[in-house]
Structures are given as C-alpha cells and as structure tokens.
C-alpha cells in the first residue's frame, strides 16, 4: 500500500470543470448518508419516546408511538421487537408478538432475541411444526443463515425428530456459538452417535475455553458452562468404553476438578458426585 504522500494531487489529475463536477458527485452520497442518519436518530427519539410512555404505564400511547414508526419505516428492526415485546408482555396477545417477531426476523434472520422468544412461543403455543415451517422458509431465504440453522435445529430437537437437527445444528455451530455447540453434542448423543457425541463436546469445550479468553463469556459463568460439557462428555466417555475408566476419561475428570479449585459451586456439585461411576 503506498503512503498517502506518493498519491498525485487531485489538481494535477484533473482539470477545473472536471474538478466541480467531481465534487457535485462525491457530495451526494454524504448528503445521502446525512439525511439517513438523521431519519435514524429521528427514529430512535421516537423509540426512546415510547420506551418511556412505556415505564409510565402508558401502554396504548407507547403502541401508537411504535405503530407510528413502522407506517413511515415497515423495516424498522429495534420498533418492531419492541412492539412484539409489548404485545407479548402488556397485552398478552402471543399471536400479534409472534408475527412482529416474524417480521423482524424478516428484517434481520441474525437477531438472537426474535429467535429466542419466538422458539419459546412456538414450544408454549405447541406450534413446533408451523415454526419448522416458517424457520425453513427464512432458512431459504437468508441464503443458509447459520443462526437460523440452529434454531431450526432446535426445532426439530423439541419434536424428538434428532437425524433431520442434525443438518441444521452442524451448519448452525459453524457460527462459534457455545450453545449450538452444546446442542449438536446432545442431538449426536440422543441419536446413539457416541463417537461424534465426544467430538462434538471437545469442539464445545475449546468454543467455551476461547469465549472465556476473550471476555465474551463471564468467568465464573463460562467455568460452569465448562463443566457442564465436561459431565455430558464423561457420560459419553462411559457409554463408550462400557463403563471402563479409559485415558480420555481421567483427562476429563482431572480437568474438571481443576476447574473445582477455584470456582465453590463446581467445587460442591464434585463433591457430591459419584465420580467412581466414571
């Protein structure tokens, strides 16, 4: 790359109607740019506005804020969650919550939060197959999204349907999350794939292992994520060798009394564990 100093100067480029007219044209996409940002914060007052309307107690005013918005801007992402989280919680209307919750993903097939609730309303409403059904479709439309995956592959896991999550849970961990990690080892191990049930929770534990390094997972936190790998991969580990205590087997129990040392609720729960069963 060379150093800015090494550039010709514009002026020796180009000449004068050519530099005006250059100028006319690198203008408009910040004016552009300009104008969208402050549409944006625009409608982020609106939003902080019924937020407010909202803690107050003001839960029709707040919806008409919010309905407001998305008749100017139907994409709103954040207008739209926050609309689906009222109806869901001040309303109790979980029809309304989950279509808003629907449209955001629309919008974003990333956002965790939608997924998360809408999984959970599909697993109250007994509605799994018709969330099967639309998360396949967003599947298809967001060209493989691997956040979408997962949640599909936790979709077919809540129906007992493991060879078809299966699919989805591999191309959902490929996103580096501890969860969809956790799941494909349990989905291999309900499948009666031992061995890829213990690979599986390697590639979970070096996921956590590399969360807690970076700070993206609390300590204390990430160490009982950790060990709760380290228990399903000792059953595993079991299941494997018929009961016998292999190599593998005392590597992972000595690595989860390691952790024990410096986190008291590990510690208590090892304690109490029958670890001669492994």
Known sequence: EKDISER??????KKPSQIKESHREETKPLKAL??????SNAWQQEIDKAVRLLDSGNVQEAIATLEQILASDPQNEQALLELAMIYMIDIKDNSQGQSLFE?????????KVALSELLSLYDETEQLEAGSQFLTSLYE???HNSTVASALGQIYMGQGRMQEALPYLEEGAKNGEVETAVDLADAYSEAGMTDKAIEA????IETTKEKIAKGDLPGKQGEEILASIYIDKLS???????GAQSDRTRETLAELKKLAESNPSIKNFVEHMDVHQF
Do not use: F
């Open 201 to 204: 929770h390697d590639r979970a």
């Open 141 to 143: 439309e967001s060209n």
């Open 8 to 13: 010709p100067s514009p002026l020796e480029q």
């Open 236 to 242: 595993e580990l079991q299941s494997q060798s018929g």
């Open 34 to 39: 300009t104008s969208q940002q402050d549409k």
């Open 103 to 111: 449209r955001a993903l629309r919008v974003n097939p990333s956002n």
